[in-house]
Nanobody, 121 residues
Framework: VQLQASGGGLVQAGGSLRLSCAASGRTVSRLVMGWFRQAPGKEREFVAAIMWSGGITNFADSVKGRFTISTDNAKNIVNLQMNSLKPEDTAVYYC???????????????WGQGTLVTVSS
């Protein structure tokens, strides 16, 4: 499985960005797709996850109500729509894939490269 993240950039506080993760591989549809982020000097943290089948989702409390996650099953793309962005959302965002719906980073087997999101105040 290969994951390719895109969509990062610089945005002002209150603005929006959409991150995308293109997944390839025969077993992609059996996996759970997640987004994590790591801010400078901080540990990696869970952001959101979604099951390809059924669309069950999970969000970190810090992003609930502001971020949504969705899949384009035909294109094997997972989107993270980020609204009402705050400076504290600044981080490198990573997409990842796991066999189960979990918030634990070490249970994600496949990782994409990061994409930088910078939110200015």
């Amino acid at each position: 499985v290969q994951l390719q993240a895109s969509g990062g950039g610089l945005v002002q506080a209150g603005g929006s960005l959409r991150l995308s993760c293109a997944a390839s591989g025969r077993t992609v549809s059996r996996l759970v797709m997640g987004w994590f982020r790591q801010a400078p000097g901080k540990e990696r943290e869970f952001v959101a996850a979604i099951m390809w089948s059924g669309g069950i989702t999970n969000f970190a409390d810090s992003v609930k109500g502001r971020f949504t996650i969705s899949t384009d099953n035909a294109k094997n793309i997972v989107n993270l729509q980020m609204n009402s962005l705050k400076p504290e959302d600044t981080a490198v965002y990573y997409c990842a894939a796991s066999p189960r719906l979990t918030v634990k980073g070490d249970e994600y087997i496949y990782w994409g490269q990061g994409t930088l999101v910078t939110v200015s105040s």
